[in-house]
């Protein structure tokens, strides 16, 4: 009888599929959901952590710069304060006068002595002017 059975052909049938309807299985969508959640999370971390890192190596770098900087600012300033004492020389001034320009000191007799009137303040008033009637013609 066993013999019988294994000696069956079979057919094939023609299966019409065209009115199934897929159903998205709600699990599959939940799991894609929550891995990118999880590489989400990952990602921000490294993010966190690397973050300080990278600034304080930029902040470094900066206040590296800026140290050179300074220190060329203040050998500029020192050159420029160097220079100004030398053309500030008066005795330096006088040799160039002398020996370049062929200025010599005037003698005492050919010296005027030029002074700039002192500022009257605003709303003072003059002794003495006509405007006021001291010692002016009325």
Known sequence: MRDEALDVDLIPKAIDNSQVVREVDPRS???LWLLLL??????????????????????TLA????SKERERL????????LEKAAL???????????RDLGLVTPPPEKLV???KPKEVPAGARLAGSAEHGVGGRN
């Not at 990952?42 to 600034?55: C, N």
Request: charged share 30%.
């Open 74 to 81: 203040l050998e500029e300033n020192r050159k420029l304060r």
């Open 29 to 31: 969508s939940r799991d």
């Open 113 to 115: 002595v030029v002074e």
């Open 88 to 98: 500030e020389n008066l005795h330096r001034v006088e040799t160039i006068a002398r």
């Open 38 to 59: 999880l590489a989400v999370a990952l990602v921000s971390s490294l993010v966190l952590y690397a973050w300080p890192s990278l600034e304080i190596r930029q902040t």
């Open 63 to 66: 206040r590296e710069q800026m």
